[in-house]
């Protein structure tokens, strides 16, 4: 019996299709409210995964694992997101053609983000090229200065 090559993998059945609907609303809601699934966002998104994969990593080489430091640092990058929202609507209030405050909070996480990974990676004995330290204040300063 030849099985087609979608089914082989792909074959979750009627409930499966109801989850993968699920998540695909779930998907389009958040990239909406995110100001859409730009290089951006992806770099942020990488970033915020990087930067607690690592200070996880840190924590559990010096022993230190603390749930209240992790539940903290969570709050914090979802609070990252909300802000990123709060620049979407901030730029349609505003009738900006551009997502300037968007891209603006961005940046300024981003290089935020960018630096605690180097600081990270440091302390991991990972060490990073000087100039990446410096591209990175710069981004987080071109955010705060709303470039």
Do not use: H
Request: some cysteine; charged content about 15%; glycine content about 12%.
């Amino acid at each position: 019996m030849k099985v087609p090559m979608g089914n082989l993998f792909w074959n979750y059945g009627a409930k499966g299709a109801e989850v993968s609907a699920a998540v695909a609303a779930v998907g389009t809601f958040l990239a909406g409210i995110l100001g859409g699934w730009d290089f951006m966002m992806i770099a942020l998104l990488w970033a915020m995964g990087l930067d607690v994969l690592l200070g996880l990593l840190c924590a559990v080489k010096v022993r230190n694992v603390d749930s209240q430091v992790m539940l903290w640092g969570g709050i914090n990058k979802v609070l990252v997101l909300l802000f990123v929202a709060f620049g979407v609507v901030m730029d349609r209030a505003l009738s900006f053609d551009n997502p300037y405050i968007r891209t603006a909070i961005i940046c300024f996480y981003l290089g935020r983000e960018g630096l605690s990974i180097i600081e990270n990676s440091a302390k991991l004995g990972m060490p990073w090229p000087g100039f990446i330290t410096a591209l990175l204040e710069q981004l987080k300063e071109r955010g705060e200065k709303g470039k």
